[in-house]
């Protein structure tokens, strides 16, 4: 099995890690999330290796991941970071407008972080998300301190391949609904 740092699957590991985990939760009836393609336009192929070595975006994109989970909507992002610092430029204002008005018709959007170094996979959800880039668009920090983050939600790999992100999904929700009951 190989290892979480291994050279050969750096860049694309932890997005083939949740693709795993996604069809593992299609294949067993819990969830159905895809990944959406950004759109782009090729300008330049290289006749040799027949890859696209220039092309342009046809149009922002939105989030990593789009599904649902037994009649949950979801969408998510995936970031990684090297350091214990991750810099909230990494994640694009049309991407935090985007989650926002998903969670406004009742959808769960968060962020899935991964600290390379640590080996740990952090569920950042959209109210946190909010709090640090509005804190960053008023002249504070532009980035999020290790230190900063919840405890209670960082997954460090154990003896799955999966990343159940679905359990963070569902504190999520019951505290919605513990919510509720406070107003």
């Known amino acids: 099995m190989p290892s979480w740092k291994s050279r050969g699957l750096r860049g694309s590991f932890f997005e083939e890690l949740i693709n795993e985990t996604n069809e593992y939760y299609r294949d067993n009836g819990i969830a159905l999330v895809h990944k959406i393609p950004t759109p782009i336009t090729p300008i330049e192929i290289d006749k040799e290796s027949k890859h696209i070595t220039l092309a342009y975006f046809d ?32 994640v694009h204002e049309h991407q935090v407008k985007y989650m926002r008005d998903f969670e406004a018709q009742g959808g769960v959007a968060f962020l899935l972080i991964y600290y390379t170094e640590r080996e740990i996979i952090y569920y950042m959800n959209y109210d946190e998300l909010a709090f640090f880039y509005d804190r960053m668009e008023k002249g504070g920090r532009k980035s999020v301190a290790f230190s900063e983050l919840d405890g209670t939600r960082f997954y460090k790999k154990g003896d799955s391949l999966y990343v159940n992100y679905l359990e963070y999904v569902n504190d999520d929700l019951a505290r919605r609904e513990d919510g509720k009951g406070d107003d």
């Not at 649902?68 to 430029?89: I, M, N, R, S, Y």
């Open 59 to 90: 149009q922002i994109s939105t989030v990593d991941y789009v599904g649902v989970a037994q009649g949950v909507p979801l969408c998510f992002d995936c970031k990684e970071c090297a350091q214990d610092t991750f810099p909230l430029h990494n």
